[in-house]
């Protein structure tokens, strides 16, 4: 639908199905939408409510649905499923409607944000942006062709998927649609003994954002763990000799065939490229990725700002941490940051804030041009650049490691700095951590952190140390929170975070952050801002009622 509307010049924006209605309102009339496509759920549990508050609303698109009324609904607006837009569209009088065809300056999509950092912001982008990132990210994946299929299970409004369908759509390759509760045999939402989605589609390409490949990991290990001690030594075994081999360039078939088989058939065992994007990968999960999926897993980093290109690691890279080096759409330079002791001088790699310039750096900001100024600019020789406020470090090769980010900086009362991304990108390599988040408050002395514990993992410590109850009377028990912290601070310890960087006191999640919770984006990135709030009386009890 988004393709046939920028085709004929017709102003996509985006919208997450799991914003606020607040949000969502000001995004609909910030824009002064007319026409909005949703599904029958979203449109009574959340548009139902808000029509009054946008005037400017005409027509409803309903999808997956086959009512031919709504009553209850207001006067004036227009509200249709897709079979009567078909039938409207084949009439004779409007076939023979055509729309003047856009421009490489003019507006295809106004992406908004999924609001990680508050009220979602508009990113304006035009054809010839969209056409550089796509060509940036396909010159990089040989081979794309009418035999790949592509499955995706990511929301449309998220740049990554939005460039990853635009690019098999370029190239002829099918595509598949499933979701994270329905994507492989152990999904929440397949009944046991059923097949998910990928075991039916059998892609041959997936774009994934860590949270995804994490779980997929930990699932695995937990196997591995439960397997008698010949077969985890075997296992053990087989997976140290493939990742020497990988490093030297080697393939290992009979090693594919005997040992990591049914681990590459979770994705339908004919994968050939995993691209991750969205969020930094842990090492310990990339380099796994490689060797039980049996294809390349590669790292890209790009912005909604920069329409999703930046840079992504070549095929043959096995490397972990980096991100690959700029696409052909744009130029990647840094920007020195005095205060936190990042510089280009730096030896031996360049460090500083990432900025992107390049065909692929879109127009701006919808209605906020002040923001414009402090985050775009326009060189000498008229390129356009994005500052993005991540820092980065510049290989011998040319390939881009993300280190830092200027937004996660938090200055301890003693005056050190940590970097929460950093933190929680180290402890989520921890088996008891699901999912993680860093605190800091500047007027104190320590770091603090709420968990997601891993179910099987903290009920095994619980009763290695005999404390009994209910999940919830678990992840509330203060003997568990300190036995947690321990193990916690080892993997900490292990990862190689100094002693200011560890959390000293946690709070542990008898429940997983979803999107509908409000606390994570639909690509599972934190939202700082609600989970502080979510949070807040446990934020006073662990630093001592302040």
Known sequence: MCVCCVSVYVLVVTLYSTLGVPAIVHVLNETQAKHI?????????????????????????????????????????????????????????????????????????????????????????????????????????????????????????????????????????????????????????????????????????????????????????????????????????????????????????????????????????????????????????????????????????????????????????????????????????????????????????PRGEILIGGANVTMGYYKKDSENQDDFFVDDCGQRWFCTGDIGEVHRDGSLKIIDRKKDLVKLQAGEYVSLGKVEAVLKNCPLVDNICVYANSEESYVIGFVVPNQKQLLLLAAQHCVSGSWEELCSHQAMEELALEVISEAALAGELERFEIPCKIRLSPEPWTPEMGLVTDTFKLKRKELRTHYLDDIARMYGGK
């Not at 990113?123 to 990132?133: M, Q």
């Not at 008698?228 to 065939?257: H, M, S, V, W």
């Not at 681990?263 to 090492?283: D, E, I, M, N, Q």
């Open 37 to 349: 496509i949703t599904s029958s759920k979203l449109l009574e549990t959340k548009l139902k409510a808000i029509l009054t508050k946008v005037p400017s609303l005409q027509h409803i698109l309903v999808v997956g649905s086959k009512a031919s009324s709504w009553p209850g609904y207001p006067q004036g607006i227009s509200i249709n499923n897709m079979a009567t837009i078909q039938e409207l569209g084949a009439r004779p009088e409007n076939v023979a409607r055509g729309r003047k065809r856009p421009r490489p300056s003019d507006l295809a999509v106004i992406m908004y944000t999924s609001g990680s950092t508050g009220i979602p912001k508009g990113v304006l982008i035009s054809h010839s942006n969209l056409l550089a990132g796509v060509t940036g990210i396909a010159e990089r994946v040989a081979g794309l062709c009418e035999e790949d299929t592509y499955i995706g299970y990511l929301p449309l409004a998220h740049v990554l998927e939005l460039n990853a369908e635009l690019v098999c759509l370029s190239h002829g390759c099918r595509i598949g649609y499933s979701s994270p509760l329905t994507l492989a045999d152990q999904s929440s939402k397949i009944k046991k003994g059923s097949q998910g989605d990928s075991s039916v589609l059998q892609p041959t390409l997936m774009a994934a954002v860590p949270e995804i490949m994490d779980r997929i990991y930990k699932s695995v290990m937990g196997k591995v763990e439960g397997m008698n001690a010949l077969q985890r030594t075997l296992f053990i075994l087989a997976y140290n000799y493939k990742l020497e081999q990988l490093t030297k360039g080697y393939t290992t078939p009979l090693c594919d065939k005997l040992v990591f088989r049914k681990v590459r058939a979770l994705l339908g065992g004919r994968t050939r490229a995993v691209l991750s994007g969205g969020a930094p990968l842990s090492a310990a999960t990339h380099r796994f990725m490689n060797v039980c999926l049996c294809c390349p897993v590669v790292q890209g980093y790009g912005l909604t700002e920069t329409c999703g290109g930046g840079t992504l690691s070549d095929l043959w890279d096995y490397s972990t941490g980096r991100v690959g080096g700029p696409l052909v759409c744009c130029e990647v330079k840094l920007k020195d940051w005095v205060e936190a002791g990042y510089h280009s001088t730096d030896k031996p790699n």
